[in-house]
């Protein structure tokens, strides 16, 4: 379950058909920790990529893999498991009172400058949570950007999380900041950078060396490396 919530966590902050690559690098923070996350699209292909030595490779074919990089082992995630995982987010924000309203995005009139871009403040509700978006319209390709990060979660399972995400027509530019409010906590996802580049199909394939990890299998590594 943990996996589940911090990769919906994930794509929540970008709440995402021209193809490109592109790299993020993005600073996550939530319930009192900070972690430094990068994505990779290739493709329908994405790479996120943690400070935690944990990777997560979605393929809108093959479906999601959780990479564990100290026992260099895999975990194959199925759209079952994704799909039950999404439906339990939901439950659980039923049963604290979300109204699941829907709004559209506000300008605020703040404007701000967040890891050198200048930035306008937009406020919405999706699914019920309040989100709250600092983004910037000078980034020339943050459409084909965000239309590829949703298509993502078009990937087996993740179809569900879209009623947690923003679909891309309705972003009025690059989230630079989002800040969504969840169960009392605000969940802050802001961009350090961002390039379209050419990337590896490496990448995004499971390397050789590493085991798959069953559900009864046990991974040769120290309690400081478990996948927990």
């Not at 020339?140 to 949703?150: G, S, W």
Request: charged fraction near 20%; charge should be negative; proline fraction near 5%.
């Amino acid at each position: 379950m943990k996996h589940g919530i911090c990769l919906s966590v994930l794509l929540l902050g970008w709440v995402t058909i021209a193809y490109g690559d592109f790299v993020l690098k993005q600073t996550v923070e939530n319930f009192g920790q900070r972690q430094q996350v990068t994505i990779k699209l290739k493709g329908s292909k994405c790479r996120i990529d943690t400070s935690s030595d944990t990777s997560a490779i979605i393929d809108s074919q093959a479906g999601t893999v959780i990479l564990l990089h100290q026992p260099k082992m895999f975990m194959k995630i199925s759209s079952e498991q994704l799909s039950a995982q999404a439906e339990a987010i939901k439950k659980m924000l039923s049963a604290s009172g979300n109204s699941n309203e829907n709004t559209d995005f506000q300008a605020s009139g703040k404007t701000d400058n967040i890891s050198g871009f200048a930035t306008e403040e937009y406020t919405a509700k999706i699914d019920g949570l309040p989100i709250t978006l600092d983004v910037t319209k000078d980034f020339p390709k943050y459409r084909e950007l965000l239309a590829q990060l949703y298509a993502v979660q078009d990937a087996p399972g993740l179809s569900p999380f879209h009623t947690l995400s923003v679909a891309p027509e309705k972003y009025p530019g690059l989230p630079v900041r989002t800040t969504v409010e969840l169960l009392g906590q605000k969940i802050i996802t802001t961009l350090d950078t961002v390039a379209e580049t050419t990337l590896a199909d490496g990448d995004f394939v499971i390397p050789t060396d590493y085991q798959e990890l069953r559900a009864n299998s046990q991974p040769q590594s120290s309690p400081q490396s478990s996948p927990q």
